[in-house]
């Protein structure tokens, strides 16, 4: 059944969908690559329209995938569905162009969080409304993080020459960032129209232009599948998202 979304909402929830998947390896785009049998694509957007805010979704799909995924999520959600770009940070903006007047908040999500739960797009709704300007879901580094460097060339048979360690990193400090990330229209909107070279994620372009970025607790459902063991490991989260 086609969900609904709410037409009194006041969020706008863009999904980079566009990327190759070159770290998952070959089976095409990341997006359209099947998890228990629907693309990853169609498990984001069902979720993403089962959050209550959500007033208008707009995809960023691979550019030759525009009609076909289109048509792959009418029976799931009503979406707008652009072409993307070369770098994640284009697809985000060429989807921003196509968000509706009058929305006060945008989120932007990976396609590739596939199993984020709607709570985490509407906690991360509510501390944008709540009225910090911009908001990213982030979760503790939980190994110890070193600074290496390259190391002095081994004997000539023994490859390429090992790192080595030059410090240990505090990782109190450190957190692991998450999508969606939250953030008032005007905010995003200046930050993509300033951004000069392309970065990971959209928070970073805000932090550029000095606006401060608020954490809230991330969720482990909210993974990213990037490599093979994500798409098993995903699998087994299926009965849990
Ligand atoms: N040109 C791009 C690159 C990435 N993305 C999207 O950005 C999200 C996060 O990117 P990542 O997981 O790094 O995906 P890929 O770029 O596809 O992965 P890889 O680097 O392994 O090719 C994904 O939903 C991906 O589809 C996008 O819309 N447009
Ligand atoms: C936006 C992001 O998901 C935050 O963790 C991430 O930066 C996406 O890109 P990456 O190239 O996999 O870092």
Known sequence: MTAQLNARGDVAVLVPAAGAGLRLGPGGPKALRLLAGEPLLVHAIRRIAAAGSVRAIVVAAPAGEVEAVQE???????VTVVAGGAE???????ALAAVPAG?????????????????????????????????IPVLPVVDTIKEVGPGAAGPADSGPPLEVVLGTVDRAVLRSVQTPQGFRYDVLAAAHAAAADPLTDDAGLVEKAGVP??????????MKITRPLDL??????????
């Open 103 to 135: 929305v006060g908040i945008v989120l932007v999500h990976d396609a590739a969080r596939a199993l984020t739960p709607p709570q985490l797009i509407e906690s991360v709704a509510a501390a944008v409304r709540a009225g910090h300007p911009a908001v």
């Open 72 to 78: 792959l999520l009418a029976p799931v959600a009503p």
């Open 88 to 94: 994640r940070q284009e697809s985000v903006s060429l």
């Open 213 to 222: 970025v608020t954490c809230v607790p991330g969720s482990e459902l909210a």
């Open 232 to 241: 098993i490991l995903a699998e087994a989260l299926l009965h849990v998202s």
